[in-house]
């Protein structure tokens, strides 16, 4: 017998077009409980830089995940009309600067050819891998920058 009918019950596949937040939280913890018990790693945490306008209204920001002595970031939005007036860079060295008090040694994150690959790699970082046609016509790009340790 094969270990696949070697299952208890008989398991049933379904496709969702639209998984509640509910689902998907759900399977986020099981898979960071696994890393967490592979890597014997488990400190992490979410940071985000903010920036709000006088109203209070966002107007951008950065989210990463420090886990690892790494940083991932996954997130980093400036609204268009403050675009170009160097907020995207404070906000990703402000992160930057915090991961390091973190004790993070490595920031990573990834990019469109049409978003902002430039920006990144005027700021130290360093495409490490690029996929092309994700989307058609386009590439996703992977880029990395080793972290200073902080106060040098």
């Not at 596949?13 to 488990?42: F, G, K, M």
């Not at 886990?67 to 939005?77: A, F, P, R, S």
């Not at 907020?87 to 993070?104: D, I, K, N, P, V």
């Not at 990834?110 to 920006?119: E, I, K, N």
């Amino acid at each position: 017998m094969s270990a696949a009918t070697d299952s208890p019950t008989p398991l049933q596949w379904s496709i969702d077009h639209h998984p509640s937040d509910p689902v998907i939280q759900a399977l986020r913890r099981e898979l960071i409980a696994y890393n967490i018990a592979t890597a014997a790693i488990d400190a992490s945490r979410t940071l985000a830089v903010l920036l709000h306008d006088a109203h209070g209204h966002l107007r951008g920001g950065i989210v990463g995940t420090l886990w690892g002595q790494c940083v991932e970031i996954t997130y980093l939005w400036v609204h268009p009309s403050l675009r170009g007036h160097g907020y995207g860079s404070r906000l990703l060295q402000t992160l930057e600067q915090e991961a390091r008090a973190q004790q993070c040694r490595v920031a990573l994150l990834d990019t469109y050819s049409f978003q902002a690959p430039g920006f990144y790699q005027r700021l130290g970082y360093e495409v490490f891998g690029v996929i092309d046609g994700y989307p058609e016509g386009h590439q996703k790009i992977f880029l990395k920058k080793r972290l200073a340790p902080h106060g040098r």
